[in-house]
């Protein structure tokens, strides 16, 4: 039974399942002890996050071949083409299948939350980007400059690193994941939203397994190796990123499930992992794409145009990146664009923002799984750089 439950997948099932058990059950100081851990928690994870990142692609890029930008380059040519593949494929969905639903916009006042019972904030030493920009900048100086001190000194720190993500971060992403659920359960908000959830996140969360499907498809076949071999690896990361509805958060997890693949390499995936967690949004920009098409039905009583459909998800693709670090950021990146390009006014925004938000951790649980099939592509590629 202890061996059982020291699995992580296990854990973090029973902290959704008890989360969701106890929330219509918690009293005030309930509530607020339950607000002040989901942010002292949310607040250590968001901190390793940036170090995490720094450690993991400064330590990777020393280790590649001085002529292996083409590598980089690679790496985020495939990862924009998948996004906006994956918005292409959303907006065909869209066309079919959203003038056939019969959808209510009903959005009912959940029940609120009170105040926290301390609030402690630990602000990370930067931000995401600043991260992934400043391991890109010191990894490819280091590789040009050929300076081995300071690539072993980031060895060191990829280490200390990796030891806080194991001690600190994994064993307490169950808490973390039970609380955001017991608070979903209290506010009432999966109850409420139930038909809605029921016909179109729906819709969109099996768009994710097709996607997801095709991802592995392609890599296999450009790898010429099983993708079974990477996929069956993911599911504890796939659930972490459920519960926490932020790959930034399910990036240490992640980086374990590549690991334990045999056809991934460890020195590919330190960097692509990590490099990915934050420029790959497929599963994240289907579903964007799929919800303004229906809101734009839902208010508006027309679907936008092949071409304004066209234009939204080239730009989607560009201004959601560095977005997946925070819960909601995809849709949140893009609100200029849902104005300017489709035409959306204070209330489509909202509501966009409303179902957006209901099934974030299905997107983000899309983005982090496909991002070992986008490894699986790179390992195949760097064999020849």
Partial sequence: MRKLLNKTMVRLLLGVGIGLSIGSYLNAPFLQLML??????????????PLIILGFVV???????RDSMKIIG??????????????????????????????ENKVDTLTALPEMLFKLDIPPVFGVMTALTLALMIGIGILWTDAKPLARAFDSFKDIVLLLVNRVLVPILPFYILANFALLSYEGSIQSQFPVFLKVILIAITA???????LYTLAGIYAKKNPWEVLKHYGPAYLTAVGTMSSAATLGVALNSAHKSKILKPEITNFTIPFFSNI??????????????????????TIPTVGTMFLFVLLLGIFAIGAPGVPGGTVMASLGIIASVLGFDDAGIALTLTIFALQDSFGTACNITGDGALSLMVTKYSEGK
């Fill in 36 to 49: 002040s851990m989901r942010h002292l928690l949310g607040q250590l994870i968001l901190f390793l996050v």
């Fill in 59 to 65: 330590s990777s890029i020393t280790k590649l071949h």
């Fill in 74 to 103: 690679f790496s985020v040519a495939i990862a924009y083409i998948s996004s906006i593949g994956a918005g292409f494929f959303s907006s065909i969905l869209g066309f079919n299948i959203i003038p056939k639903l019969k959808i």
């Fill in 208 to 214: 994710h397994f097709v996607w997801l499907g095709v």
């Fill in 280 to 301: 790959h949004l497929c599963g994240s920009v289907l579903t964007e794409v799929f919800f303004v098409m229906t809101v734009s039905q839902v208010l508006y009583g």
